[in-house]
């Protein structure tokens, strides 16, 4: 049985104090060229997985990508009752620790090659959700954030009504930026006190007292 999250989480500390000087011009060259690093190995069993589910399905696909524990997958599974909804996360141990089930598949792999393969199958989705990612908060990981990484056009290729929650606000600033660099608007604000916490890390965070964004937008 999983342990309560208590509230002991330390705000996301950084020595970036505004969006990085550089993100404009990483997100220009990444919209110029798709990315096309090869999945890994590791990666193959998920991606059949999912193309056997998907074959399987004729309704609407929702995505949770860096789905943890897919506490957050098996509640949006029965908030998209007609959907088939997918969680990802590189984490074996973090998917372990699932409990139940339902008309969702979790999936071991990393998230990038997942958008990438979703993209060339031509599949759009009904909703993308990218709750609580890492934020690399070193001014020199900004191309380890989903905003800065190579792979961005293939999300933004997926569709779908996105949503996107951090308890960093530069964060979700910044993916607002990269989303106004590629032509779609967007909407920041916080994330409504009360409701079930669609995560471990949200109910943590929450209980710690920390404020917590979220950014949506129409792809």
Partial sequence: METQPTGNSKPVHSSQTGVHPRLPALVARHLKAAWRKPPQPADAPALAALDEALAAHCGPVVLDSFCGTGQSTALLAQRH????VIGIDKSAHRLRRHRGDGNYLLLQAHCEPVWQHLQ?????????YLLYPN??????QLARRVHGHPALPALLALGGQLELRSNWQLYV????VALTLAGHPSRVALVADGGEPLTRFEEKYRNSGHALWHLTATL
């Fill in 81 to 84: 009752g007609d959907a088939l």
């Fill in 173 to 176: 600033e910044e993916f607002g």
């Fill in 120 to 128: 060339q199958t031509g599949l759009r989705l009904a909703a993308h």
């Fill in 135 to 140: 934020p690399w908060p070193k001014p020199g």
